[in-house]
């Protein structure tokens, strides 16, 4: 994902004069969570949701075309079979901007899918092939581990899959692991280098007759100890219902010091090409203020290891996740 450097300055301003109008699509989900009475509880583990990271990690970097993002990938599709009987592997060549076919494959599983009202809930699972803002600029070319920046989504995600299969909500929920985000080009101006996977997934539906959910959740560096959780920009304008519901919900479980009642910058992620569906979307990301890149320090640098993983913190987001999720009327 990338930082758009120039609206971060001025996110904040901008939502407080424009509320959540969208030139490109002004609705907001129509699935709305209780926040007035108790808050529903599932029984979501932080430590479940860590071990995955760590088994994702231990194949090594994710990069596309990769010994380790094969493996990796059929580890990802077996463990989404294990929870729902209805999943597909999408696989496609995608072009990069930098000429190189990437083999790409997106899982989807589909919970509950005879249920008309649907959410989507979102990760990328890939790795970043350069660790270019590494302080060590030898390091540039090495690829990225991504315990954070990929893993920690995805640990999350198949976390929910799990209880999503003990555990009947009264909405359908999707699960995209999608691939080739993370391939994109910091240098250049074109915004569409990034989330190629996704984009693909948007307009090219993974089976015949697939209805596309009616909004979307995206979890994308949610693993980091010391994780702070903004309001982005593009998902407080495409969804302020689902953002201020979600933050509040939070702060109800307890996570306020992470679900920060601020607002963050613009980030290019795969909740854009989502929102640019016409499927209002949100992302759930660790940003900083204090943060020169306006992420953690381990952002695309060979840092971003399971070191600083906590399951607290992938607890936090899983709970307020699936309080969300659960308590949906």
Known sequence: MKLQGAITMIASIIISLTGCSNAKNSSTSDATADTSGPVPRVAFSGDSAYSYVEAQ??????????????????YLLAQLR?????????????????GTTLKARNFVAEFYPDKPKRILLLAHWDCR???????????????????????????????????????????????????????????GDSEDSWA????????????????YPTSG????????????????????????KTVSTLWALAAQLGHGDRFVNDYGGAITDDHVEIIAAGIPCIDIIDQRKDSPTGFCPQWHTTDDVMRHISPSTLAAVGETLTAYIFGMK
């Open 129 to 187: 092939p350069w660790a270019d803002s590494d302080a060590d600029a030898s390091k540039h070319r090495q690829p990225v581990m991504g315990a954070n920046d990929g893993a920690s989504g995805v640990g999350v995600a198949l976390e929910v899959a799990r209880l999503l299969a003990a555990n009947e909500p009264t909405v359908g929920v999707d699960i995209l692991l999608t691939d080739a985000e993370d391939w994109g080009d910091r240098e």
């Open 217 to 240: 959740i995206l979890l994308d560096m949610v693993g980091d100890a010391n994780a702070k959780f903004l309001k982005e920009y593009f998902s407080y304008r495409s969804d302020a």
């Open 196 to 211: 190629l996977g996704t984009r693909y997934w948007a307009s090219n539906p993974h089976r015949e007759g697939y209805v």
């Open 57 to 74: 990690c231990s194949f090594g970097p994710r990069v596309p075309n990769t010994e380790a993002h094969r493996r990796c990938g059929d």
């Open 82 to 98: 294990r929870h729902s009987s209805a999943v597909t592997e999408q696989c496609v060549d995608l072009r990069a901007y930098d």
